[in-house]
């Protein structure tokens, strides 16, 4: 299915909510549909056009994968509550790292680890559960597009790979938002009074953290990327990137830990400037501030002993690194 895109300058904000609102209500008719939020803005976007459209009828669900940051889910489903949205978070941890296991190569760990489980196993049981026929999701131009290249498989991208979804799991999907990169999607966020905590936040990928540990998903090196993640997102939230995070490797390096010999971990730094992530530059990070995330990275997190920064630009580089 070929997707045509609606170019920032060519968006008439208003008119689009309206028709994007008119094709959820027409394609749902009068049964329920259910909705998969993450709380970045694409997901965010969708869920109020989604409610705009059903009210009630469509149920909102954040899948808890194990891989998210600190508090995220309770976090994001405190913001929609502000907003009278009622998300309702599904613990879905132990189906995600029991699919991860043993899985190395990166595109097996988009696929069976991440896609499989969210589509088949736990969206499939939520939409049977309750009566729904459709599913509705944040996927941009910029997804397909990279997975059309055959850059790489964006979690969320099932039609263009020849999926028919009602036939492999049971529902429809729609995806209001797959003519819109992310400035326009920013655009239609303010436009539905999302607030700026949600429709200025950091691009974050589908397979969440899974797409920052190089290796096998465990939930120990989770544990381990996570706090980095805090780390650097602590320290890098005032400047202006387009997006920015912590990487874990998977070989070790010789350090040094009370005098001793230590094989630790290594974590890799990034941080680009961008417009649509098409395209995408390392900042020109301060190097007392690349210094002092290098101090806290290896003084709160015993086991890294080593920090590099990326300086390579995308392409060749990518703005994640599975
Ligand atoms: P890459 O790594 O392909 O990332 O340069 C481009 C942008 O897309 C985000 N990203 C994803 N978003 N599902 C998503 O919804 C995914 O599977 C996925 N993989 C990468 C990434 O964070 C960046 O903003």
């Given at each position: ?27 749902v008719?009068d ?10 803005v ?28 600190e508090?995220?889910?309770q ?13 309702e ?22 696929d069976k ?78 436009a539905?009074?999302?607030?700026e ?30 706090a ?95």
């Amino acid at each position: 299915m070929k997707v045509r895109e609606i170019r920032m300058q060519d968006l008439k904000v208003d008119a689009f909510i309206d028709e994007q609102v008119a094709a959820i209500r027409q394609a749902v008719g009068d049964g329920l549909a259910v909705n998969a939020l993450s709380g970045g803005v694409d997901s965010s976007v969708v869920t109020l056009l989604g409610h705009r459209a059903l009210a009630d009828r469509l149920k909102t669900y954040f899948i808890d994968n194990g891989l998210m940051r600190e508090d995220e889910p309770q976090l994001i489903a405190d913001i929609f509550a502000r907003m009278e949205v009622k998300v309702e978070i599904i613990n879905a941890r132990k189906q995600f790292f029991a699919a991860l296991k043993g899985v190395e190569d990166p595109e097996i760990k988009r696929d069976k680890g991440i896609t499989q489980v969210f589509y088949k196993d736990v969206f499939a049981k939520l939409v049977k559960s309750c009566g729904a026929k459709v599913l509705l999701q944040g996927t941009n131009y910029t997804d397909v597009e990279e997975t059309v290249a055959g850059i790489k498989r964006q979690h969320n991208i099932l039609a263009q790979l020849g999926i028919d979804t009602e036939k492999a799991y049971g529902y429809k999907v729609i995806e209001p938002i797959i003519e819109l990169r992310k400035p326009a999607i920013r655009c239609v966020a303010k436009a539905l009074g999302l607030p700026e905590e949600i429709y200025s936040r950091p691009p974050f990928p589908g397979p969440a953290l899974a797409a920052r540990v190089i290796g096998e998903v465990t939930e120990e090196r989770v544990a381990l990327i996570r706090a980095a993640t805090a780390i650097v997102e602590a320290e890098l939230q005032d400047c202006v990137a387009f997006q920015y995070m912590a990487i874990l490797h998977e070989d070790k390096v010789t350090g040094i830990r009370d005098g001793k010999r230590r094989f630790g971990h290594q974590i890799e730094l990034r941080c680009w400037d961008s417009d649509d992530a098409v395209t995408a530059a390392p900042t020109s990070l301060p190097f007392e501030l690349l210094r002092k995330i290098a101090d806290r990275l290896t003084t709160e997190l015993p086991g890294v002993v080593s920090v590099t920064y990326n300086i390579a630009a995308k392409p060749p580089s990518c703005i994640e690194a599975v």
